[in-house]
T-cell receptor, first 114, second 113 residues
Framework: AQSVTQLGSHVSVSEGALVLLRCNYSSSVPPYLFWYVQYPNQGLQLLLKYTSAATLVKGINGFEAEFKKSETSFHLTKPSAHMSDAAEYFCAVQMTSNTGKLIFGQGTTLQVKP | KAGVTQTPRYLIKTRGQQVTLSCSPISGHRSVSWYQQTPGQGLQFLFEYFSETQRNKGNFPGRFSGRQFSNSRSEMNVSTLELGDSALYLC????????????FGPGTRLTVL
């Protein structure tokens, strides 16, 4: 069965520092990959998605992620953290055969210190 | 374009009762998926509907059911509520449900006492 692992349930960075949130998936066939962000008391908002067109994917709010098939990874980065980036981030995968079903990682809470 | 709406936003029920949650997808979206979010289990897929048919389902007991109407609006029902059903229930809609972006609603917070 497919699974998603996010390393680190909590990540703390200083404002202006690099943000790196890790995501690894288990699948013999590269799935479609997504990063979502959730602010308190809100639903999920898509940051970016990988659909095999390019390995480096740029998303909203300055985030980007790189798909590495050899490492089965899809880590999320942002060069300079902003206070407004504090939220919970979820990595998710979808297999073509599994309609409408996203498999989520456990989430990483990003804290940004002033 | 209006986003995904869910009603009610908050709900308090007691054990043994049943509950119905509603989701209105983005106009033109035919796929609606439901997820349960809890601190312990995270985000788990409940089921997906497309053109009024359940096309996919997760590993939840039969107490969890859903349906979709001709206008793509969807409802989910939980019967014989248990304390463990307390969660945030999220609805998401997409155009086809196949590798396209799912747009999430704000969720319904269900508390079972």
């Amino acid at each position: 069965a497919q699974s998603v692992t996010q390393l680190g349930s909590h990540v703390s960075v200083s404002e202006g520092a690099l943000v790196l949130l890790r995501c690894n998936y288990s699948s013999s066939v590269p799935p479609y990959l997504f990063w979502y962000v959730q602010y308190p008391n809100q639903g999920l908002q898509l940051l970016l998605k990988y659909t095999s067109a390019a390995t480096l994917v740029k998303g909203i709010n300055g985030f980007e992620a790189e798909f590495k098939k050899s490492e089965t990874s899809f880590h999320l980065t942002k060069p300079s953290a902003h206070m407004s980036d504090a939220a919970e981030y979820f990595c998710a995968v979808q297999m073509t055969s599994n309609t409408g079903k996203l498999i989520f990682g456990q989430g990483t809470t990003l804290q940004v210190k002033p | 374009k209006a986003g995904v709406t869910q009603t009610p936003r908050y709900l308090i029920k007691t054990r043994g009762q049943q509950v119905t949650l509603s989701c209105s997808p983005i106009s033109g979206h035919r796929s609606v998926s439901w997820y349960q979010q809890t601190p312990g289990q995270g985000l788990q897929f409940l089921f997906e509907y497309f053109s009024e048919t359940q096309r996919n389902k997760g590993n939840f007991p039969g107490r969890f059911s859903g349906r979709q109407f001709s206008n793509s609006r969807s409802e989910m029902n939980v019967s014989t509520l248990e304390l463990g059903d307390s969660a945030l229930y999220l609805c998401a809609s997409s155009t086809t449900g196949i590798n396209d972006e799912q747009f999430f609603g704000p969720g319904t917070r269900l508390t079972v006492l």
